[in-house]
């Protein structure tokens, strides 16, 4: 059957494609407004979730880059740092440490040798000063610990120094050791009367000075006498000697447990003032050998990290960074002077210009960082006769002689590690470019999916608008013209 | 018989007035062209022929009608068009509904071009752009270690993230509140419905006794009963209706339309109107008896055949599994029901899910409707007869009437009839005893009104709509839900939906953060320290310890790097030793990780209220007023960090977060640098480097690359949802994704919308090419009945002009 078309239907099927026609062209002029081809996740679903994802991703990027520039900012600073340090150490100018070095070892004559431990001895805190660098509000070199100064000159504690109360406490433990009672034990330098031990002088009880000068084999010589008085003069009588505390026989007076700080001479003191100034990185000494300084320096140099993402694809191993996957940022100031601690047995060949022999010895206590070399190298020039010139003592030449050794291994292994450096900076910088096109890749993808073509959105709009106008005027003549209009009576 | 001398002028006068009837009907048509449901009329005229026989018939008589009678006005509609428009019509206000409904939550959750162009992040974003900041902030802070102004910022976008979170939580929960406003609009809606086609029903019903056809009565029915079935669907029937002897009636009856796609389910065919009863809607839920299950009536009865139970014990267990409803006392016990009408109805806050009920039936005076059934005869033995039976001699027939059978109110009436054998030539014997009877029996029902409770799936339209928009909560329904409601619900997205994935997102979120802001320090092997001394007296960081065989072991965060000697001696200082077994642990979800962490807190396991104490850090007082020392003082390890986000700004309590309470902890808002940067301190020390930021990094890993689990159980009040996983991924994925699941949503819904109302569109031009008005319709049977009036008064003239000749002039000469 042909369907009846009436008029109340005709004007229903009108008025639904009018409001759709109308409907298509408001879409139409959003598209082309909000220059988006979706303007909720209703439109395109899919399309919306794909865009999030890539503009999250996009943020990511340029988070990533903000980051990479941070740190070759940081990089640029630790690359000016130790170009300064690098003319100092091997460039030969007179106002190098460089310079200073090969001077001294030119048999300088007069106060020359003075002047130069000066120079070097401030030369070394240049050094040190140098390592500190900033940028921003962070030290460069000092690790992780970036708000600290990792180089500092500091009155040297003394590493065997043993608490008497906590010396006492470990005494008291009836399971002791017999090796750890000695090494309690001798945190205290005298004996009481009551064998119980002290470090006060005035509780220990006294036994008469022994002349430890005597020939005992010539007893009955004058000097030879058994005691000392007072005033150092042998005497023969016990009563007549000087009352001295008695010693502790466990006290090892070369560790000097007792006292807190070692002087220049490695004799205890427990005034602060009188300790020797040393080198300290990140708080430790650079020149101990202290098992608890070195596990912290080892920790430092190998252990310790600061990962930065700079979008190498960040993954975690059981809640830690995978270390390839992230950026270790932790420049230790340590690593680039020369490490830590300090040689021992050191050979060392002097030979003499005068009559051309070769004189030998062994030196200890060497130190392997650079910064404390010059120190010392610095230290034994001061101590040269100021007049002539001269060793203070032929260990000091040696020693000076082994240092500047050290100071050219140093050097050697400086330049290796500005090395590196570079490497990084390099990374640092093709990784901004790689960022950086990521960035422009993401946009362009995201853009490429939401923004609609132009000339596409105008052509739809206008389109669509004249699909509208012709449905307005199809609207029009929709009810215009009926038999009624014809009948005629 | 001939027609008469002046019966030409009654056929001109009929014919006058019908022409004159048919301008009417069509002026009427043309007048209502624009009036809402109108049906064009049709006039019905009829040619009228006088039946009846001459006494004397003669041959030649020609019998001529004696003109048009207009019989009546019919109006022209099909019924089967208006079946399908209200079926699709129903669909059309379902989806509707939904759809408007989706459209203002995506005017919330839609972060498609939201944002603050000028600041360059492209205006597309909120809350999904915050996490992106978030994650910038710390790697920011990952560069920048240890500076507070960095932690500030971090603080202010997490706060901003939070204040999103909520914001988009309180609008939720005021699209909610709008929806529930407009469904309960849409019950009283429904309600006015009904009455108004019952009180027009009476009123047709009147017109129809009084010889009227009430056709814009049944207009105004139409119109209604089409505006209902978008409300909800209805099946109308129309049937005859006898009110006096022979004389019928026509009567509108309203059911639901059978939308529950479970077919042995009938309350989704429950009567809504019948002639002048009609029933109304409302929220509520008979309290149902949970031990309901008739199924296991013939194992019960077994059971007592067998004698295992007694009579008594049967009665008490029958009754409890045969009454479905449960009746709440005053003394707050509850009774058993059988009858709908006894038991307590759920309603408001009882009745969460906003479960329908339908009324008894009423008539306007109140009456309550009474329904009819009868059952078919069936024939019976003597034997089967009941005793006492009291049989009319005269018609051979009993009649035994129960009262308040098969329910109160009720009355079954059975009547049994009798009819003597037949011998072998097939004549009637004469009977003398009960068994020369053949028997029959036949049971009438006078069923009355009852309410009816709606399950979740038997109605359809923008009822529906809204109320899955307010009840459905897809992954986050109860189990029990979609086992004995709706196995569908699971897939079904409404409002609750879309707050509880907020939820767990905020929930899960705060949860991650908190944990991994708080914990132990470690030295870098691991192992936790805590303060000590070394020989010199100085403070510095020693390893926290367990004594195992009379050995000092390290505790190290890897539980796995453990031997199992410390392992257990662990277990043991935190009372999960034996007698608990791995599994026990396993089942209570205790982890290596809470071991530890329970060892260096100093707690212990209490198995009875399976959770570690002391909980808290701080000394607090219990419900007596007595003080309860907090683990801080019995801790083994150096604890760092703390809870970030908690449910209330002015407290740190960090349990049950949602998107609403999501806040920043009091803890947070008052200490600068509370966020962890590492866990790892240097060697021998209690500190971790100032720039160490191995605990950002990882903070920052969980927030941009961590895949989680989003498991619906995680949230408090949701614990019998599924415990599968609604979503794997990271927290932007996550947002990601309820955005996509609302996109997918809404174009389905959009897509299905479109398909109904074209549909709907499609059926309704159909009926308006049946019952609507039309110009040229109208203008032919203007010509029609015009030319018909002139032809009608041509003839008058003709009759007049003849009879006039027959009259005067017939039989005259001039």
Same mark, same amino acid.
């Given at each position: 059957?042909?369907?009846?078309?009436?008029?109340?239907?005709?004007?229903?099927?009108?008025?639904?494609?009018?409001?759709?026609?109308?409907?298509?062209?408001?879409?139409?002029?959003?598209?082309?407004?909000?220059?988006?081809?979706?303007?909720?996740?209703?439109?395109?679903?899919?399309?919306?979730?794909?865009?999030?994802?890539?503009?999250?991703?996009?943020?990511?990027?340029?988070?990533?880059?903000?980051?990479?520039?941070?740190?070759?900012?940081?990089?640029?600073?630790?690359?000016?740092?130790?170009?300064?340090?690098?003319?100092?150490?091997?460039?030969?100018?007179?106002?190098?440490?460089?310079?200073?070095?090969?001077?001294?070892?030119?048999?300088?004559?007069?106060?020359?040798?003075?002047?130069?431990?000066?120079?070097?001895?401030?030369?070394?805190?240049?050094?040190?000063?140098?390592?500190?660098?900033?940028?921003?509000?962070?030290?460069?070199?000092?690790?992780?610990?970036?708000?600290?100064?990792?180089?500092?000159?500091?009155?040297?504690?003394?590493?065997?120094?043993?608490?008497?109360?906590?010396?006492?406490?470990?005494?008291?433990?009836?399971?002791?050791?017999?090796?750890?009672?000695?090494?309690?034990?001798?945190?205290?330098?005298?004996?009481?009367?009551?064998?119980?031990?002290?470090?006060?002088?005035?509780?220990?009880?006294?036994?008469?000075?022994?002349?430890?000068?005597?020939?005992?084999?010539?007893?009955?010589?004058?000097?030879?006498?058994?005691?000392?008085?007072?005033?150092?003069?042998?005497?023969?009588?016990?009563?007549?000697?000087?009352?001295?505390?008695?010693?502790?026989?466990?006290?090892?007076?070369?560790?000097?447990?007792?006292?807190?700080?070692?002087?220049?001479?490695?004799?205890?003191?427990?005034?602060?003032?009188?300790?020797?100034?040393?080198?300290?990185?990140?708080?430790?000494?650079? &020149? $101990?050998? *202290?098992? @608890?300084?070195? =596990?912290?320096?080892?920790? !430092?140099?190998?252990?310790?990290?600061? #990962?930065? %993402?700079?979008?190498?694809?960040?993954?975690?191993?059981?809640?830690?960074?995978?270390?390839?996957?992230?950026?270790?940022?932790?420049?230790?100031?340590?690593?680039?002077?020369?490490?830590?601690?300090?040689?021992?047995?050191?050979?060392?060949?002097?030979?003499?210009?005068?009559?051309?022999?070769?004189?030998?010895?062994?030196?200890?206590?060497?130190?392997?960082?650079?910064?404390?070399?010059?120190?010392?190298?610095?230290?034994?020039?001061?101590?040269?006769?100021? &007049? $002539?010139? *001269?060793? @203070?003592?032929? =260990?000091?030449?040696?020693? !000076?002689?082994?240092?500047?050794?050290? #100071?050219? %291994?140093?050097?050697?292994?400086?330049?290796?590690?500005?090395?590196?450096?570079?490497?990084?900076?390099?990374?640092?910088?093709?990784?901004?470019?790689?960022?950086?096109?990521?960035?422009?890749?993401?946009?362009?993808?995201?853009?490429?999916?939401?923004?609609?073509?132009?000339?596409?959105?105008?052509?739809?709009?206008?389109?669509?608008?004249?699909?509208?106008?012709?449905?307005?005027?199809?609207?029009?003549?929709?009810?215009?013209?009926?038999?009624?209009?014809?009948?005629?009576? | 018989?001939?027609?008469?001398?002046?019966?030409?002028?009654?056929?001109?006068?009929?014919?006058?007035?019908?022409?004159?009837?048919?301008?009417?009907?069509?002026?009427?048509?043309?007048?209502?062209?624009?009036?809402?449901?109108?049906?064009?009329?049709?006039?019905?005229?009829?040619?009228?022929?006088?039946?009846?026989?001459?006494?004397?018939?003669?041959?030649?008589?020609?019998?001529?009608?004696?003109?048009?009678?207009?019989?009546?006005?019919?109006?022209?509609?099909?019924?089967?068009?208006?079946?399908?428009?209200?079926?699709?019509?129903?669909?059309?206000?379902?989806?509707?509904?939904?759809?408007?409904?989706?459209?203002?939550?995506?005017?919330?959750?839609?972060?498609?071009?939201?944002?603050?162009?000028?600041?360059?992040?492209?205006?597309?974003?909120?809350?999904?752009?915050?996490?992106?900041?978030?994650?910038?902030?710390?790697?920011?802070?990952?560069?920048?270690?240890?500076?507070?102004?960095?932690?500030?910022?971090?603080?202010?976008?997490?706060?901003?993230?939070?204040?999103?979170?909520?914001?988009?939580?309180?609008?939720?929960?005021?699209?909610?509140?709008?929806?529930?406003?407009?469904?309960?609009?849409?019950?009283?809606?429904?309600?006015?419905?009904?009455?108004?086609?019952?009180?027009?029903?009476?009123?047709?019903?009147?017109?129809?006794?009084?010889?009227?056809?009430?056709?814009?009565?049944?207009?105004?029915?139409?119109?209604?009963?089409?505006?209902?079935?978008?409300?909800?669907?209805?099946?109308?029937?129309?049937?005859?209706?006898?009110?006096?002897?022979?004389?019928?009636?026509?009567?509108?009856?309203?059911?639901?339309?059978?939308?529950?796609?479970?077919?042995?389910?009938?309350?989704?065919?429950?009567?809504?109107?019948?002639?002048?009863?009609?029933?109304?809607?409302?929220?509520?839920?008979?309290?149902?008896?949970?031990?309901?299950?008739?199924?296991?009536?013939?194992?019960?009865?077994?059971?007592?055949?067998?004698?295992?139970?007694?009579?008594?014990?049967?009665?008490?267990?029958?009754?409890?599994?045969?009454?479905?409803?449960?009746?709440?006392?005053?003394?707050?016990?509850?009774?058993?029901?059988?009858?709908?009408?006894?038991?307590?109805?759920?309603?408001?806050?009882?009745?969460?899910?906003?479960?329908?009920?339908?009324?008894?039936?009423?008539?306007?005076?109140?009456?309550?409707?009474?329904?009819?059934?009868?059952?078919?005869?069936?024939?019976?033995?003597?034997?089967?007869?009941?005793?006492?039976?009291?049989?009319?001699?005269?018609?051979?027939?009993?009649?035994?009437?129960?009262?308040?059978?098969?329910?109160?109110?009720?009355?079954?009436?059975?009547?049994?009839?009798?009819?003597?054998?037949?011998?072998?030539?097939?004549?009637?014997?004469?009977?003398?005893?009960?068994?020369?009877?053949?028997?029959?029996?036949?049971?009438?029902?006078?069923?009355?009104?009852?309410?009816?409770?709606?399950?979740?799936?038997?109605?359809?339209?923008?009822?529906?709509?809204?109320?899955?928009?307010?009840?459905?909560?897809?992954?986050?329904?109860?189990?029990?839900?979609?086992?004995?409601?709706?196995?569908?619900?699971?897939?079904?997205?409404?409002?609750?939906?879309?707050?509880?994935?907020?939820?767990?997102?905020?929930?899960?979120?705060?949860?991650?953060?908190?944990?991994?802001?708080?914990?132990?320090?470690?030295?870098?092997?691991?192992?936790?320290?805590?303060?000590?001394?070394?020989?010199?007296?100085?403070?510095?960081?020693?390893?926290?310890?367990?004594?195992?065989?009379?050995?000092?072991?390290?505790?190290?965060?890897?539980?796995?790097?453990?031997?199992?000697?410390?392992?257990?001696?662990?277990?043991?200082?935190?009372?999960?030793?034996?007698?608990?077994?791995?599994?026990?642990?396993?089942?209570?979800?205790?982890?290596?990780?809470?071991?530890?962490?329970?060892?260096?807190?100093?707690?212990?396991?209490?198995?009875?209220?399976?959770?570690?104490?002391?909980?808290?850090?701080?000394?607090?007082?219990?419900?007596?007023?007595?003080?309860?020392?907090?683990?801080?003082?019995?801790?083994?390890?150096?604890?760092?960090?703390?809870?970030?986000?908690?449910?209330?700004?002015?407290?740190?309590?960090?349990?049950?977060?949602?998107?609403?309470?999501?806040?920043?902890?009091?803890?947070?808002?008052?200490?600068?640098?509370?966020?962890?940067?590492?866990?790892?301190?240097?060697?021998?020390?209690?500190?971790?480097?100032?720039?160490?930021?191995?605990?950002?990094?990882?903070?920052?890993?969980?927030?941009?690359?961590?895949?989680?689990?989003?498991?619906?159980?995680?949230?408090?009040?949701?614990?019998?949802?599924?415990?599968?996983?609604?979503?794997?991924?990271?927290?932007?994925?996550?947002?990601?994704?309820?955005?996509?699941?609302?996109?997918?949503?809404?174009?389905?819904?959009?897509?299905?919308?479109?398909?109904?109302?074209?549909?709907?569109?499609?059926?309704?031009?159909?009926?308006?090419?049946?019952?609507?008005?039309?110009?040229?319709?109208?203008?032919?049977?203007?010509?029609?009945?015009?030319?018909?009036?002139?032809?009608?008064?041509?003839?008058?003239?003709?009759?007049?002009?003849?009879?006039?000749?027959?009259?005067?002039?017939?039989?005259?000469?001039?």
């Amino acid at each position: 059957m042909i369907p009846r078309m009436t008029t109340v239907g005709t004007l229903k099927n009108y008025r639904y494609s009018l409001n759709r026609s109308n409907n298509t062209m408001t879409k139409s002029m959003n598209t082309v407004l909000t220059r988006r081809l979706f303007n909720s996740y209703g439109e395109d679903p899919a399309l919306a979730t794909r865009c999030f994802q890539i503009r999250h991703s996009y943020w990511r990027a340029n988070s990533q880059l903000n980051v990479n520039e941070s740190l070759r900012h940081k990089y640029d600073v630790a690359w000016e740092a130790t170009s300064s340090m690098s003319t100092d150490l091997y460039a030969l100018a007179d106002d190098t440490a460089y310079g200073n070095v090969l001077r001294s070892l030119n048999q300088p004559t007069g106060p020359g040798r003075t002047a130069l431990g000066q120079s070097l001895e401030a030369k070394a805190k240049d050094l040190a000063q140098i390592m500190n660098s900033r940028y921003g509000e962070n030290y460069v070199f000092a690790g992780a610990d970036t708000l600290n100064a990792p180089f500092t000159w500091e009155r040297l504690k003394n590493p065997d120094y043993i608490d008497p109360e906590i010396a006492q406490e470990k005494l008291a433990d009836p399971n002791l050791s017999a090796d750890e009672r000695k090494k309690y034990s001798g945190a205290f330098q005298y004996m009481t009367a009551a064998n119980t031990l002290t470090n006060n002088p005035a509780e220990a009880a006294t036994t008469p000075k022994v002349n430890d000068k005597a020939d005992w084999t010539k007893p009955n010589e004058a000097g030879n006498e058994y005691f000392l008085d007072k005033n150092g003069n042998p005497v023969t009588l016990p009563a007549d000697a000087l009352q001295v505390p008695v010693e502790n026989p466990d006290y090892d007076q070369e560790k000097n447990a007792a006292f807190k700080y070692l002087k220049a001479d490695g004799t205890g003191t427990n005034d602060k003032n009188e300790a020797k100034v040393g080198l300290c990185y990140r708080g430790v000494p650079v &020149d $101990s050998n *202290a098992p @608890a300084d070195v =596990e912290k320096m080892e920790y !430092f140099l190998n252990g310790e990290s600061k #990962y930065i %993402d700079v979008g190498l694809g960040h993954k975690e191993d059981k809640g830690e960074a995978v270390s390839s996957t992230v950026f270790d940022s932790a420049l230790q100031g340590t690593y680039y002077t020369g490490g830590y601690g300090t040689k021992n047995g050191v050979e060392v060949e002097i030979e003499d210009p005068e009559t051309g022999r070769t004189e030998k010895m062994t030196v200890d206590n060497i130190p392997k960082n650079v910064i404390s070399v010059v120190y010392e190298m610095g230290q034994i020039l001061q101590r040269c006769d100021k &007049d $002539s010139g *001269a060793w @203070a003592s032929k =260990e000091d030449q040696f020693r !000076f002689k082994a240092l500047v050794d050290e #100071y050219e %291994d140093g050097c050697a292994a400086f330049r290796e590690r500005w090395t590196e450096m570079d490497t990084q900076t390099g990374f640092l910088r093709d990784n901004s470019e790689l960022l950086t096109d990521t960035s422009y890749s993401l946009q362009q993808q995201y853009m490429e999916l939401e923004d609609v073509d132009p000339a596409a959105a105008i052509s739809d709009l206008m389109f669509a608008r004249y699909c509208y106008d012709a449905a307005l005027k199809v609207g029009n003549s929709v009810l215009s013209q009926s038999l009624m209009d014809y009948i005629n009576f | 018989m001939g027609i008469g001398t002046f019966g030409s002028f009654t056929q001109a006068r009929l014919a006058i007035y019908a022409a004159q009837t048919g301008l009417s009907v069509t002026g009427n048509n043309i007048s209502n062209i624009n009036t809402p449901g109108y049906t064009r009329q049709r006039l019905d005229q009829v040619s009228l022929y006088v039946n009846g026989s001459d006494r004397y018939y003669a041959e030649g008589d020609i019998r001529v009608g004696q003109g048009a009678l207009v019989k009546s006005l019919s109006q022209i509609r099909s019924p089967y068009l208006d079946i399908r428009y209200r079926t699709v019509s129903a669909d059309v206000g379902y989806t509707d509904a939904r759809l408007s409904g989706l459209d203002q939550i995506a005017d919330i959750l839609d972060e498609v071009g939201k944002g603050d162009e000028s600041k360059g992040e492209g205006g597309f974003g909120i809350l999904g752009l915050d996490f992106g900041k978030l994650a910038a902030a710390l790697r920011d802070m990952e560069d920048q270690t240890g500076h507070q102004e960095y932690d500030k910022t971090f603080r202010q976008i997490a706060s901003n993230l939070i204040a999103r979170f909520n914001t988009y939580a309180n609008k939720l929960e005021e699209v909610k509140k709008n929806t529930i406003a407009e469904m309960k609009s849409n019950v009283r809606d429904i309600n006015n419905y009904l009455t108004s086609i019952r009180t027009l029903n009476e009123e047709i019903r009147k017109s129809e006794i009084h010889g009227d056809p009430a056709l814009e009565l049944r207009d105004e029915r139409n119109r209604q009963l089409d505006a209902l079935s978008q409300l909800i669907d209805i099946n109308v029937t129309y049937s005859e209706e006898e009110i006096a002897g022979g004389m019928f009636v026509e009567k509108l009856t309203v059911t639901l339309d059978n939308a529950n796609p479970d077919k042995t389910v009938h309350t989704d065919e429950a009567l809504l109107i019948d002639g002048v009863f009609s029933a109304q809607l409302s929220f509520g839920t008979p309290m149902l008896n949970p031990d309901y299950d008739p199924e296991k009536v013939d194992a019960l009865k077994q059971e007592l055949d067998n004698g295992n139970i007694t009579q008594a014990e049967y009665d008490a267990q029958y009754e409890k599994l045969t009454s479905q409803y449960l009746k709440k006392n005053e003394d707050g016990t509850t009774s058993l029901a059988s009858d709908i009408r006894d038991a307590t109805i759920l309603t408001d806050g009882e009745n969460p899910l906003y479960k329908l009920m339908i009324s008894e039936l009423t008539n306007k005076r109140g009456d309550l409707h009474i329904g009819g059934s009868s059952y078919a005869a069936e024939s019976l033995l003597a034997k089967d007869l009941p005793a006492g039976i009291n049989w009319n001699l005269k018609t051979n027939t009993a009649t035994v009437e129960e009262k308040d059978v098969p329910a109160p109110g009720d009355t079954t009436i059975t009547i049994y009839r009798r009819q003597p054998k037949l011998d072998a030539n097939g004549n009637p014997i004469k009977p003398t005893k009960d068994d020369d009877y053949t028997y029959t029996k036949q049971v009438y029902e006078r069923i009355v009104t009852k309410p009816v409770a709606l399950d979740d799936n038997d109605i359809n339209g923008e009822l529906q709509g809204n109320r899955e928009l307010i009840t459905e909560a897809g992954e986050f329904t109860d189990l029990d839900v979609i086992a004995g409601m709706d196995e569908g619900a699971g897939g079904k997205r409404g409002i609750p939906y879309y707050q509880r994935a907020l939820d767990l997102l905020a929930n899960q979120f705060a949860n991650v953060l908190n944990e991994a802001n708080q914990g132990f320090l470690t030295d870098p092997s691991g192992n936790y320290v805590t303060a000590g001394k070394n020989d010199a007296g100085e403070e510095i960081g020693v390893p926290v310890t367990i004594t195992v065989n009379g050995v000092e072991e390290k505790v190290n965060k890897d539980w796995d790097s453990m031997s199992a000697a410390v392992q257990e001696e662990l277990k043991n200082k935190t009372g999960l030793g034996a007698p608990l077994t791995d599994q026990d642990l396993k089942d209570a979800g205790i982890t290596g990780k809470d071991i530890l962490n329970a060892y260096l807190k100093g707690q212990e396991y209490d198995t009875t209220e399976k959770k570690f104490i002391p909980e808290n850090r701080e000394d607090t007082t219990d419900a007596a007023g007595n003080p309860v020392p907090g683990w801080g003082q019995k801790a083994r390890g150096i604890f760092t960090g703390g809870v970030l986000f908690s449910n209330n700004p002015g407290n740190n309590d960090p349990s049950d977060i949602t998107a609403a309470n999501i806040s920043i902890s009091n803890l947070w808002e008052k200490t600068n640098n509370l966020l962890v940067a590492s866990f790892t301190c240097v060697e021998n020390t209690t500190k971790p480097a100032s720039g160490a930021s191995e605990s950002i990094t990882h903070m920052r890993y969980l927030l941009e690359h961590q895949e989680f689990e989003f498991v619906p159980t995680t949230l408090k009040g949701y614990e019998n949802a599924s415990g599968e996983p609604m979503f794997e991924g990271t927290f932007f994925q996550m947002w990601n994704g309820i955005g996509t699941d609302l996109g997918e949503d809404q174009t389905q819904t959009s897509t299905d919308l479109q398909t109904y109302y074209e549909r709907a569109l499609s059926i309704d031009t159909d009926r308006d090419s049946v019952s609507s008005v039309d110009f040229n319709d109208e203008a032919m049977n203007l010509m029609m009945y015009a030319k018909s009036y002139n032809a009608a008064c041509r003839l008058m003239t003709t009759i007049d002009s003849v009879l006039d000749k027959l009259i005067n002039n017939t039989g005259l000469t001039t």
